[in-house]
């Protein structure tokens, strides 16, 4: 993207989001609080509004501040605002999180089942029963969630590179769907023969939603991997980082944080411990071997 494209989008990304251009925990128009931006992507199951407003009330208290969640469906856009300090802080996945280490901070990892870790999957019709791996979809309609995601795009790609497939070459078609749910549906609705998701968010549908992935199943699971994780822009001041940080450590000893950790399927979340993502580097590095 041209230098002048790209200042063009950043500009429609600031109208968009419609917040002051503050610095530090930047205090709300009218209010004596400071406000938290906290951005979201299809990490969240994207219909959940009053989780999130329940997530915000939660954590203003022990941030306090006035937090306000900010939703965009594409990884890009949020990776966008934290650069340009729209954003203080937001849920990110792993892919974007290892890429854009001069914009983003690690804060927290979520704990999903006991680890900082989750999966990738591979999805199909319930009534295809033979396929196992992706390198046995050539010529069929797949679907990707989002082109900065790890499980949604990296895993799949390079496990196609590995096999030696160009992975763009390999499918008969393929498009984004930007939100993990919406693999799902493409799938179930038959708009493709499969698709890779989130593990986390798949499990969190089949638990909260079962009607909606009874049509399709698992076909196979990736290694584990670091879970997406909470991040802050660079250049938030250390005062409020350890602020904002401690709120969503502490979250399990609160009891309307447990309430929150239950409803996204989570039991708490981790210190930063940037290890945990090594294995998405790796990754990286093979997808920046040769053409995709």
């Given amino acids: 993207m041209s230098p002048l494209r790209n200042t063009r989008r950043r500009q429609v990304l600031r109208f968009a989001l419609g917040l002051p251009f503050l610095s530090s925990l930047r205090f709300a128009s009218g209010s004596e609080n400071p406000l938290v931006a906290f951005g979201t992507t299809g990490v969240i199951l994207d219909n959940e509004i009053n989780l999130l407003n329940e997530w915000s009330r939660e954590l203003e208290e022990p941030c306090s501040a006035e937090v306000r969640f900010v939703q965009r469906n594409a990884y890009r856009d949020i990776d966008d605002l934290l650069a340009d300090g729209r954003l203080d802080v937001a849920w990110v996945c ?5 890429t854009h280490l001069q914009t983003m901070r690690l804060m927290a990892i979520p704990d999903y089942a006991g680890q900082p870790l989750y999966q990738s999957y591979l999805i199909v019709p319930k009534s295809d029963t033979h396929t196992t791996h992706i390198t046995q979809l050539r010529d069929r309609v797949f679907a990707f969630s989002d082109p900065e995601s790890n499980s949604g ?21 393929f498009f984004f769907t930007y939100a993990h749910r919406k693999v799902v549906d493409a799938v179930t609705s038959g708009l493709a023969d499969a698709g890779e998701i989130d593990g986390y968010v798949y499990d ?3 638990k909260q939603y079962p009607e909606r992935t009874r049509d399709v ?19 938030l001041d250390e005062e409020s980082f350890l602020r904002i940080q401690r709120a969503l450590l502490g979250m399990k000893e609160r009891a309307d944080g447990q309430a929150v950790l239950r409803r996204l399927n989570l039991e708490g979340f981790f210190p930063d411990d940037d290890k945990v993502f090594d294995g998405i580097r790796r990754l990286v590095s093979i997808l920046n071997t040769g053409p995709v």
């Fill in 94 to 98: 792993g892919f974007p999180y290892v």
């Fill in 153 to 173: 795009f990296l895993v799949p790609a390079t496990e196609l590179m590995r096999a030696g497939i160009r992975p763009t070459r390999f499918f008969r078609k």
């Fill in 204 to 206: 969190t549908i089949e």
């Fill in 217 to 235: 199943r698992v076909a196979w699971r990736s290694p584990h991997y670091g879970f997406p994780p909470i991040v802050a822009r660079r250049s």
